[in-house]
């Protein structure tokens, strides 16, 4: 179970990193490749809201990998994971509102959920 936890550990913490720097380091390219794809609808997110979504996708992808030795060491974990769930429910909000693809979103939350069920410190 340990080996499934940390899979999806690792692939929530990929994931949003990637995303996170993305939204850091070059918005503005992202911005204008999305704003093609979707024939020229603009993202309605302001280069400083980016920069914060994607502070809170790094930090959150750094809680679910750096092992951290507190009393309740799947703390950390859990509560990354239920932060990235948030925020993903965020995202779905705002895909739907765009009529996109909420799927990336949803899967995201679903792998997050599997691991603050996984890390839940009293089961059985």
Known sequence: MDVLMWSA???LAGVFL???ISKLVAYSQVSKFLEGRFMGKPL???PKQAAVIGLA???????EIVPVHLSFPNLLPLVSSA???VLMMG?????LRRKESAA???TLILLAILV???RWPYWG
């Open 57 to 63: 996708e790094i930090s959150g992808a750094l809680g």
């Open 116 to 118: 603050i069920l996984g």
């Open 18 to 20: 990637f995303t996170g």
């Open 44 to 46: 309605g997110i302001h």
């Open 9 to 11: 550990q690792l692939i």
């Open 83 to 85: 932060f990235l769930a």
């Open 104 to 106: 990336p979103s949803i």
């Open 91 to 95: 995202a779905f909000r705002y895909h």
